[in-house]
């Protein structure tokens, strides 16, 4: 962390006990920190979250930190790496509080020792404009990095969890669904807010998948780079996407709504595809880390991701997913 | 890189061709990168600056892009290793035209190709507040990590190039100087908007250096951290820390300047601390990479820094150098 004075103390009083535990950020008392490596490379990702924009200015502190964190540890889950810390710059508006920064900082130290990771060091500066985060998060790699490319004709596409709580959390809290039970609406508001990353599932992925990446842009857009990238086609069934109760009673009363889910966003699950002979060692890997993992396609020869409805016929999708430099 | 439809073209356009030639980046096709790593770990430091803080909106976008590489890449350097890359999230504001990003990338691009670094990923965002980036930067060690700690009494404290010319250089732009020629003027002002971070005398450092860090917050208050640090005292003689002409002419016409001059900051020279029996390899070191390099003071026990004037007696330092959070 650099800088000092009024920076300093902020840095020390609130951030410096976040990187106590790992030696190679030296207690965030020097400039630089000292990232410990493998012989196979540090997995690498960043993301930055701007308030207006990726959160509410009041959204509760901790959540704020807490999603920084997850949607960051859900790339690096994906990737088939198990994360060991991350790099924090802070740009705080001037009349940030004590108090907020106190609530933010637990969030950071709740969700690292939740997933075992440290803060190794950042830079924290005043905007006069709005709270701007950007974490780079760093892994281990497993056996290797799983990538968007590695996809072949013949593997089976699978995605985690359940699709489409997030964007329905985030449009519970615009405007509440009707015909939801409180649990429901609390349940879709949380999977928005605190994200769950598949971090014990993802630490076992390199064993078995062929390319995988976590969705958080649609399910559909993401599978999209899956294609692209690996040179495929993915054909999936619209019916076969895996849905929370939540979401399966909403589509239940608008069946049109199950198609929009595919490209809602805010998932932070991992899409992945399996060559057919390894997928008892996914689905081994899946029971072991108490993930949900469900078959929603496969892989043929071609390009693009075709979904296809009840009747076997392709969807057309209207939903870009979420384009963050366009639309919000 | 994350994200896609029109930041996925922004990415495209204007960043990927700055991954190419690291293999590590996979063409920023992927959610991650892999870095490359050594045996002693991956030296890692990071940088916010944000439009109207740390640059000015309508600074050349080439020059934003430079220094913003340049001050993390003197990070790296004063811990005595060698950068070979970083990664880069931007929040831009939505008026950001395609012309401003060429001009961003090309000045990405142009220093990538002098100092041998590449990107290996980032996120681009929408802001509605002002243009922020973060740098978070990635170097292999030398010999080990050069830090703060490590200063012992006996020492000789160093520095390399000139003190004062980039707090001047900001001076200039608010407000010209008088009695400075043209070259001068022009002289201070590159040395404010273009560092030039001392990456190839850095990357001996490690050989000789028993502490170290870049001087960016002003020279004494930089030093206080290897003091601090350290748990040692450092006394320097103000007379001895090396001026560039431009500066020493504005020092003769106000002497009362030179004691400003120690804690201006946005220096980017290397302070570092020097065992008696290796000041020798030091200045060959120097001379091997074109850096001067100044003695100018001795570590003691005790605390804090002492900086004595020409009569031998402490100078009360009043500036408290750069506080980026709380003074701009």
Same mark, same amino acid.
Request: hydrophobic share 45%; proline share 6%; with cysteine.
């Given at each position: 962390?650099?800088?000092?004075?009024?920076?300093?103390?902020?840095?020390?009083?609130?951030?410096?006990?976040?990187?106590?535990?790992?030696?190679?950020?030296?207690?965030?008392?020097?400039?630089?920190?000292?990232?410990?490596?493998?012989?196979?490379?540090?997995?690498?990702?960043?993301?930055?979250?701007?308030?207006?924009?990726?959160?509410?200015?009041?959204?509760?502190?901790?959540?704020?930190?807490?999603?920084?964190?997850?949607?960051?540890?859900?790339?690096?889950?994906?990737?088939?790496?198990?994360?060991?810390?991350?790099?924090?710059?802070?740009?705080?508006?001037?009349?940030?509080?004590?108090?907020?920064?106190?609530?933010?900082?637990?969030?950071?130290?709740?969700?690292?020792?939740?997933? #075992?990771?440290?803060?190794?060091?950042?830079?924290?500066?005043?905007?006069?404009?709005?709270?701007?985060?950007? *974490?780079?998060?760093?892994?281990?790699?497993?056996?290797?990095?799983?990538?968007?490319a #590695?996809?072949?004709?013949?593997?089976?596409?699978?995605?985690?969890?359940?699709?489409?709580?997030?964007?329905?959390?985030?449009?519970?809290?615009?405007?509440?669904?009707?015909g939801?039970?409180?649990?429901?609406?609390?349940?879709?508001?949380?999977?928005?807010?605190?994200?769950?990353?598949?971090?014990?599932? #993802?630490?076992?992925?390199?064993?078995?998948?062929?390319?995988?990446?976590?969705?958080?842009?649609?399910?559909v857009?993401?599978?999209?780079?899956?294609?692209?990238v690996?040179?495929?086609?993915?054909?999936?069934?619209?019916?076969?996407?895996?849905?929370?109760?939540?979401?399966?009673?909403?589509?239940?009363?608008?069946?049109?709504?199950?198609?929009?889910?595919?490209?809602?966003?805010?998932?932070?699950?991992?899409?992945?595809?399996?060559?057919?002979?390894?997928?008892?060692?996914?689905?081994a890997?899946?029971?072991?880390?108490?993930?949900? *993992?469900?078959?929603?396609?496969?892989?043929?020869?071609?390009?693009? *991701?075709?979904?296809?409805?009840?009747?076997?016929?392709?969807?057309?999708?209207?939903?870009?997913g979420?384009d963050?430099?366009?639309?919000?």
């Amino acid at each position: 962390m650099s800088g000092q004075g009024g920076e300093f103390g902020l840095i020390a009083r609130y951030f410096a006990p976040l990187a106590k535990s790992a030696p190679g950020a030296l207690g965030l008392l020097d400039d630089a920190a000292l990232l410990p490596t493998s012989r196979q490379g540090v997995v690498t990702t960043a993301d930055a979250i701007v308030a207006g924009v990726h959160f509410l200015p009041d959204d509760p502190p901790e959540t704020i930190a807490r999603k920084l964190l997850r949607v960051n540890l859900s790339d690096i889950a994906a990737k088939g790496a198990r994360a060991f810390g991350y790099v924090l710059t802070a740009a705080f508006p001037r009349d940030v509080t004590p108090r907020w920064l106190a609530a933010f900082a637990r969030g950071l130290k709740a969700d690292q020792a939740h997933f #075992g990771i440290h803060l190794y060091g950042g830079d924290t500066v005043a905007t006069p404009g709005p709270a701007t985060f950007s *974490v780079t998060m760093f892994g281990h790699p497993g056996k290797a990095m799983v990538r968007r490319a #590695g996809a072949l004709p013949g593997d089976l596409v699978c995605v985690t969890g359940t699709i489409g709580d997030g964007g329905l959390g985030l449009a519970e809290l615009r405007a509440p669904h009707r015909g939801l039970s409180p649990a429901q609406r609390r349940f879709l508001v949380a999977r928005y807010r605190i994200p769950q990353p598949r971090t014990r599932f #993802g630490e076992a992925l390199s064993r078995f998948a062929s390319s995988g990446l976590d969705v958080s842009d649609g399910l559909v857009q993401d599978l999209t780079h899956i294609a692209d990238v690996s040179g495929v086609r993915l054909v999936m069934r619209s019916e076969d996407v895996p849905l929370s109760a939540a979401a399966a009673a909403l589509v239940k009363a608008d069946p049109g709504l199950r198609a929009r889910l595919l490209t809602a966003g805010d998932d932070y699950e991992i899409a992945f595809t399996v060559p057919k002979r390894r997928l008892a060692a996914c689905k081994a890997a899946a029971l072991k880390a108490r993930t949900r *993992v469900t078959v929603i396609g496969t892989v043929e020869a071609g390009q693009g *991701v075709a979904v296809l409805g009840r009747d076997g016929k392709a969807l057309a999708l209207t939903g870009g997913g979420y384009d963050h430099f366009r639309s919000r």
